[in-house]
């Protein structure tokens, strides 16, 4: 099925969760993550849980709520844990990943710790910034969690 994340055409997106609230889908997002980093692929890794805007965009794409991990590869939607295991296991996942930019660090990010997210330097995290009228704002540079996108890993 053809479709796209956003700026996911040449690339391998992830989403996934990092909450360990439900163990089967921790370990499902976990089991995923560590077979495509195994193939030394950069992966474009989108937490659900860090970033609400992930969520949204899921489900836009796929038109119903769903059970994550789910996997697109060059704008290609492969599917859930199931599907990609399968392909996995018949060698066809590997095949998908060819041509595709390769990591050339295994070190986590100094930054960010491999979350892909750091707090926002414009108020610090707290979401709120004081305007010039001395008025008190939403930050427009951060998310819900008041977090940025780790520019130095993502």
Do not use: W
Request: overall charge negative; proline content about 3%; some cysteine.
């Amino acid at each position: 099925m053809s479709l796209c994340p956003s700026d996911g055409d040449q690339k391998v997106v992830l989403f996934l969760t990092s909450l360990r609230g439900i163990r089967k889908t921790y370990e499902d997002c976990n089991n995923v993550r560590m077979l495509l980093r195994s193939s030394s692929v950069r992966i474009d890794e989108r937490d659900v849980s860090m970033h609400s805007e992930y969520k949204r965009e899921l489900r836009e794409l796929l038109g119903v709520s769903v059970s994550l991990p789910r996997l697109f590869i060059k704008g290609k939607y492969i599917g859930g844990v199931e599907e990609i295991m399968r392909l996995h296991e018949d060698g066809v996942l590997e095949k998908l990943l060819e041509d595709l930019p390769k990591v050339t660090s295994f070190r986590a990010c100094e930054a960010c710790g491999e979350m892909r997210f750091v707090p926002c330097t414009e108020c610090s995290g707290s979401r709120k910034i004081i305007t010039d009228d001395n008025e008190v704002e939403r930050c427009p540079e951060c998310n819900e969690n008041g977090l940025v996108r780790c520019l130095i890993c993502c």
